[in-house]
């Protein structure tokens, strides 16, 4: 048997909340302008156009509770609270059911973006992926089992910057619920168990600075810290 050259890379993982066990991580897709009134505060008609991705490396996840190095080629880190759907099946083509029954669980997410950089790729037409895929860009905290939280489809959604409260939403304002954005991804793609979705953000995104504590609340999966520095 042919040896690798080094040693391939660990798998990133997510602990598992109440449980011994660990998520192991294949892709993570992000949904854009998912809540209409974020899509209005980056200057769009938040019409229900069909959803669109992004995606960030797997290994940008950033385990909660870190501390998270201010980014290079930045000056406009920005934070985005989302709800982050967790696969434990996958397939193509998925209808609402059997996308509902792929659902493995949920976790709190921040979807931590290189603001400037971004503006700048999309003035210009160029990819988004270094302004949203670069390290640790991924904050996500212990995925929660739907056996225990049943399905999130409602709930406080919130963000808090040095404990100042900056985004209030709730979940049953996503544009595209979450069942949905999983049958239009397995659209487009083979989604497989291991797949992370991070479902959109609402409206009261900002900058951070070294030292701010960016805190991101959901009802019914607690709350995650992340210290800038
Ligand atoms: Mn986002």
Same mark, same amino acid.
């Given at each position: 048997?042919?040896?690798?050259? $080094?040693?391939?890379?660990?798998?990133?993982?997510? #602990?598992? @909340? %109440?449980?011994?066990?660990? $998520?192991?991580?294949?892709?993570?897709? =992000?949904?854009?302008?998912? !809540?209409?009134?974020?899509?209005?505060?980056? %200057?769009?008609?938040?019409?229900?156009?069909?959803? $669109?991705? !992004?995606?960030? #490396? @797997?290994?940008?996840?950033?385990? @909660?509770?870190?501390?998270?190095?201010?980014?290079?080629?930045?000056?406009?880190?920005?934070?985005?609270?989302?709800?982050?759907?967790?696969?434990?099946?996958?397939?193509?083509?998925?209808?609402?059911?059997?996308?509902?029954? =792929?659902? !493995?669980?949920?976790?709190?997410?921040?979807?931590?973006?290189? +603001?400037?950089?971004?503006?700048?790729?999309?003035?210009?037409? +160029?990819?988004?992926?270094?302004?949203?895929? !670069?390290?640790?860009?991924? &904050?996500?905290?212990?995925?929660?089992? &739907?056996?225990?939280?049943?399905?999130?489809?409602?709930?406080a959604i919130k963000s808090f910057v040095n404990g100042v409260e900056r985004q209030n939403g709730d979940?049953?304002?996503?544009?595209?619920?979450?069942?949905? &954005?999983?049958?239009?991804?397995?659209?487009?793609?083979?989604?497989?168990?291991?797949?992370?979705?991070?479902? %959109?953000?609402? /409206?009261?995104?900002? /900058?951070?600075?070294?030292?701010?504590?960016?805190?991101?609340?959901? /009802?019914?999966?607690? +709350?995650?810290?992340?210290?800038?520095?």
């Open positions: 048997m042919q040896r690798y050259v $080094f040693d391939p890379p660990v798998t990133p993982a997510l #602990p598992i @909340a %109440g449980q011994d066990t660990l $998520f192991p991580i294949r892709r993570i897709y =992000c949904v854009g302008r998912n !809540f209409a009134d974020h899509a209005r505060e980056m %200057g769009h008609d938040p019409d229900r156009e069909p959803p $669109f991705f !992004f995606s960030k #490396p @797997a290994d940008a996840v950033s385990a @909660a509770g870190q501390d998270m190095p201010y980014p290079p080629q930045t000056e406009d880190l920005h934070y985005e609270g989302e709800l982050v759907v967790a696969l434990g099946a996958g397939g193509r083509d998925l209808n609402i059911d059997e996308a509902q029954t =792929c659902i !493995f669980g949920y976790a709190i997410g921040n979807d931590l973006t290189r +603001r400037d950089m971004q503006s700048v790729a999309k003035s210009l037409k +160029r990819p988004w992926d270094l302004s949203k895929g !670069f390290d640790g860009s991924a &904050v996500i905290g212990p995925v929660h089992p &739907v056996a225990d939280t049943g399905p999130l489809n409602s709930g979940l049953n304002m996503m544009i595209w619920g979450v069942d949905e &954005v999983i049958s239009a991804l397995s659209q487009s793609v083979e989604l497989r168990p291991g797949d992370l979705i991070m479902t %959109g953000t609402p /409206a009261g995104v900002g /900058a951070l600075e070294r030292g701010d504590v960016i805190a991101v609340e959901i /009802a019914g999966l607690g +709350r995650i810290e992340t210290k800038i520095i």
